[in-house]
């Protein structure tokens, strides 16, 4: 009995190593849909790597560049086809602002890394990074949240109960504070005189003012 557990356990393990040998050899091919990408690559998080093409409201349109091995590279060359990778920003609700925020600093065929996160229909929900000179990198995520450009949403993809959720979903609620905090963005206070002009349209007297006036207009 001994034996067939160990046995089990053995075999258990080589198919470990089979599958993560298997992916890191994937990770050399070109994904050009979201559905060509492994369960395995989306269940582990990885990192990939893409060239921005372009901005629309449903996410960033990446093209996926693989870890280049030569020879292997130029044989996937001959039969890989073409396509865009739908990126969303995970657990972001972008505003108006935002969209225009990220098109003015983002540039075409900017280099970006994407860490899967889930995967929606044809989506890919991600962390998305920039790199800012040689040795720190920005998440869009978090900088729109910290410009107060969006607001905090549902991570698609984790399950709500998981560890990694939440770790990240106060990442990002941290970063929509300091904007909350700073008056940033959508978070900015109305001027004093904008409030003023609010509280007196919506004064009881003023509107029935308004009503008796537009009555008296119309039976002249």
């Known amino acids: ?35 060509d990408i492994p369960v395995g690559f989306v269940e582990k998080n990885v990192k990939l790597r893409g060239k921005l093409h372009q901005i629309t409201e449903k996410g960033l349109e990446v093209e996926h560049i693989p870890i280049s091995v030569p020879f292997i590279t130029s044989l996937q060359r001959k039969w890989q086809s073409k396509g865009l990778l739908l990126v969303r920003l995970a657990g972001v609700e972008l505003a108006p602002s935002g969209m225009a925020w990220l098109q003015q600093e983002l540039k075409p065929k900017e280099m970006i890394w994407f860490q899967l996160l889930g995967r929606e229909d044809l989506a890919l929900e991600c962390l998305v990074l920039v790199n800012k000179g040689r040795f720190l990198s920005v998440c869009l995520n978090e900088e729109i949240l910290r410009q107060g450009l969006g607001r905090t949403a549902r991570i698609e993809g984790l399950h709500h109960d998981s560890r990694l959720y939440w770790k990240l979903h106060k990442r990002l609620l941290r970063a929509e504070l300091k904007a909350l905090k700073k008056n940033k963005g959508i978070w900015r206070e109305e001027s004093y005189s904008e409030r003023i002009r609010d509280r007196i349209s919506n004064n009881k007297f003023v509107q029935t003012l308004k009503q008796f006036a537009s009555w008296l207009r119309s039976s002249i």
């Not at 046995?7 to 050899?25: I, M, V």
């Open 1 to 35: 009995m001994a034996e067939r557990r160990s046995g089990a356990a053995e075999g258990l393990s080589r198919l470990s190593e089979w599958a993560d040998a298997h992916l890191s050899l994937l990770r050399t091919t070109k994904f050009t849909s979201a559905s």
